[in-house]
C-alpha cells in the first residue's frame, strides 16, 4: 500500500522541478491517496508516463495495469517499472474482463475527458464486487479559488474574473467541475456508491500554485519567466540545471511545506476532490 509518511512535495520537486507548481498539486494529490487502500488488482486509468504510480507505489510490487490513449505516454511508462503490463486504450472501451480489477485509480484524468458517463460505466464494469474507484479532480471550487479569479472579485470585476476562469479552462483543457452530490449522481448511474468525497489543495496552496505557474513560466502570460529560461531543455548541454533542480527541491521544499501539508477543513473547500466509489460487494 501507499505510503501515507513519505515526503511526497520533495519527491515531486525533485522529479518536476522544472514546474514546481505542478510538483506541488500532485504532491498534495499522493498525500491524499496515500491515505487511501487500493484492492488488488490496480488498473491505472489514463496512466501517462507512469510518474505518478512509481512515486505513489515505490514500496510496493509493481502495480497489474496501466492504460493510456497516447502512444508516447504508453512507451515511457514501463521504463518506471511501476506496471506489470501496459497498454495503449480508449477509457470508453477498456479491454480487459468484466469484474478484474480490485481498483482502479484515475489520477487528474477524467477531467480532461469530454463524454464521461462511458467512462465510468466501463470503470465500474472492470470492477470486482466490493471494488473501489478512486479519482482525484479539480473540485467545484477550484474557479472561485484560483488567486487570478479572486483578485478581479475583490475590484467588483466579475466579468474579468469569468474571463480569467475560462483562460484556466482552456489552458488546463477542463470540461467540468461536478459537486460531491453530483459525483454521487454520475456514480449511481453506472452502479456505484459515493463512499467519499475530500476536498485538498487548500485556498492559501491555490494562491501559491495560481501565481506559480505565471511566475514560473508553466502557463505563458506573455510576461518574461526567467525560470522559464533557465529550466529549458535547450540549455541542459550546459550543465546548471542539476544545481537548479537541488535548489528547487530545497527551497521549495521549506517554503512550500505548510501549503502541502495542510488539510481543508471539514466544512471548508478547497481546489481539488477525491472522489472514493465502490461497487456493491
Not at 548541454?237 to 501549503?259: C, D, H, I, K, N
Amino acid at each position: 500500500m501507499p505510503d501515507s509518511n513519505r515526503d511526497y512535495l520533495s519527491l515531486l520537486l525533485d522529479q518536476v522541478w522544472f514546474a514546481p507548481p505542478v510538483a506541488l498539486w500532485r504532491a498534495i494529490e499522493l498525500r491524499v491517496l496515500s491515505g487511501e487502500s487500493f484492492p488488488r488488482p490496480i488498473l491505472d486509468l489514463g496512466c501517462g508516463d507512469g510518474l505518478i504510480a512509481q512515486v505513489l507505489f515505490a514500496s510496493d510490487p509493481p502495480i497489474e495495469v496501466g492504460f493510456d490513449p497516447w502512444l508516447e505516454q504508453v512507451r515511457k511508462a514501463p521504463a518506471t517499472g511501476v506496471y506489470g503490463s501496459v497498454q495503449q486504450a480508449q477509457g470508453a472501451a477498456m479491454p480487459y474482463p468484466s469484474e478484474s480489477f480490485g481498483s482502479v485509480l484515475g489520477n487528474s484524468v477524467v477531467e480532461h475527458i469530454p463524454d464521461l458517463d462511458p467512462v465510468l460505466a466501463e470503470a465500474a464494469r472492470v470492477l470486482r464486487p466490493g471494488g473501489r474507484l478512486l479519482l482525484t479532480v479539480p473540485s467545484d471550487a477550484f474557479r472561485r479559488l484560483l488567486s487570478g479569479y479572486r483578485d478581479h472579485v475583490a475590484v467588483g470585476d466579475l466579468l474579468g474574473a469569468e474571463a480569467y476562469a475560462k483562460g484556466i479552462d482552456a489552458w488546463l483543457e477542463h470540461h467540468r467541475y461536478p459537486s460531491p452530490a453530483e459525483w454521487s449522481t454520475m456514480l449511481n448511474r453506472v452502479g456505484l456508491t459515493l463512499v467519499r468525497a475530500v476536498y485538498y489543495v487548500t485556498p492559501e496552496a491555490m494562491v501559491l500554485w495560481d501565481r506559480g505557474n505565471a511566475a514560473y513560466g508553466v502557463r505563458d502570460t506573455g510576461q518574461f519567466a526567467p525560470f522559464r529560461w533557465l529550466a529549458s531543455p535547450r540549455l541542459r548541454p550546459l550543465g546548471f540545471q542539476p544545481l537548479v533542480r537541488r535548489r528547487v527541491t530545497r527551497s521549495l521544499g521549506r517554503r512550500w511545506r505548510e501549503a502541502y501539508a495542510a488539510d481543508v477543513p471539514a466544512d471548508g473547500v478547497g481546489g481539488g476532490l477525491l472522489i472514493v466509489g465502490e461497487k456493491a460487494a
